[in-house]
């Protein structure tokens, strides 16, 4: 089977467990030079709902289709929310998705278009996950890309395919970190193709965040009192402004046992990224161009000729979906 779901042994998914799948994963690896070097660029903005969200959706929407789910919640600043309501409406799951009122309009339209409920919270991203919380605790299926494990496996599948379309590890990965499940779960990928023998080495992880909202940064920095410090302010990078990352520590954990770290990108330093990645023919949402940012950061810090190759820049989400 084509995409993601070739990698079915590694889900830990119940043998009769349906498959919801609308076509997730294979997604284009592309070379370009960078800085007087060769970057590869990991086009997740061309999964079937517009972003990398697909892999993990496709996996959890299939398991809750395995325990006859019909009706479930979810809340988003709007890339998990679109996905969660496109794979829910191929499974037949009403879903009601709650986003923050600032959510850009073409989110909260898409979310709208695959037939999902749109519930706008005014205020911050915290106040959306109180909404849905509550609704949990009242017994409505919650199906969370933040709480549930049942989307990491499906973004592990990136690992596969990325080592599958370079035939080696590569050196470092670069990647907006909100939640930072999508660091999670290219770690547990890794990791699962070290102990296979299929590759030697790990690359290293490098999670980004926005400073206006950069707990994961603050964690990694000062323990938590940064992440205590951390601000809450509006970002560009809306995708990515999580105050309170339920796997917090995990992810800093997988991000130090692979030598990696955290960068905190400014919002001077995000459009200009966007337009420099368009330039090179990648468009992408202003959260996915924090990594341009970063991979400037991390060039300088490392030396252009130092830094571990090979270097895979993930891109997360589509500019259709802010334009």
Not at 159 to 175: D, F, H, L, N, R
Not at 298 to 309: D, L, R, V
Request: aromatic share 8%.
């Amino acid at each position: 089977m084509p995409g993601i779901w070739r990698y079915r042994n590694t889900f830990g998914l119940p043998e009769d467990t349906p498959i919801v799948s609308l076509g997730e994963g294979n997604t284009p690896l592309v070379w370009a030079d960078v800085f007087g070097r060769q970057v590869a660029f990991k086009c997740e903005y061309q999964n079937p709902t517009g972003s990398f969200k697909d892999r993990g959706t496709s996996t959890l929407v299939s398991f809750l289709r395995s325990r006859s789910v019909i009706e479930a919640v979810e809340d988003s600043s709007g890339n998990a929310g679109a996905s969660f309501a496109a794979y829910a409406s191929r499974a037949g799951i009403k879903a009601r998705i709650y986003v923050p009122e600032s959510a850009s309009g073409p989110k909260r339209k898409q979310i709208e278009a695959y037939g999902a409920e749109v519930v706008a919270v005014p205020g911050s991203r915290e106040n959306t996950a109180e909404m849905v919380r509550r609704e949990a605790d009242i017994g409505k299926v919650y199906a969370s890309h933040a709480y549930l494990p049942y989307n990491l496996p499906g973004y592990a599948t990136i690992a596969y395919e990325i080592v599958e379309q370079m035939g080696e590890s590569p050196g470092t990965i670069i990647c907006p970190a909100g939640q930072g499940g999508l660091l999670l779960g290219a770690a547990r990928g890794f990791t699962a193709l070290q102990a296979s023998g299929i590759i030697r080495q790990t690359p290293e992880l490098i999670g980004v965040q926005a400073l206006a909202c950069a707990p994961l940064y603050g964690l990694y920095q000062s323990g938590a009192p940064g992440m205590e410090s951390a601000g809450d302010e509006q970002t560009l990078a809306e995708g990515i402004r999580v105050r309170f990352p339920v796997r917090a520590q995990a992810v800093i954990n997988v991000v130090v046992a692979s030598h990696g770290r955290f960068v905190a990108v400014a919002e001077a330093e995000i459009l200009p990224g966007r337009d420099e990645l368009a330039r090179l023919g990648f468009y992408v949402e202003t959260t996915s161009a924090v990594v341009w940012g970063a991979l400037l950061r991390m060039m300088t810090a490392y030396g252009i000729n130092q830094m571990p190759e090979p270097v895979v820049v993930v891109l997360t989400g589509s500019g259709l979906k802010t334009a």
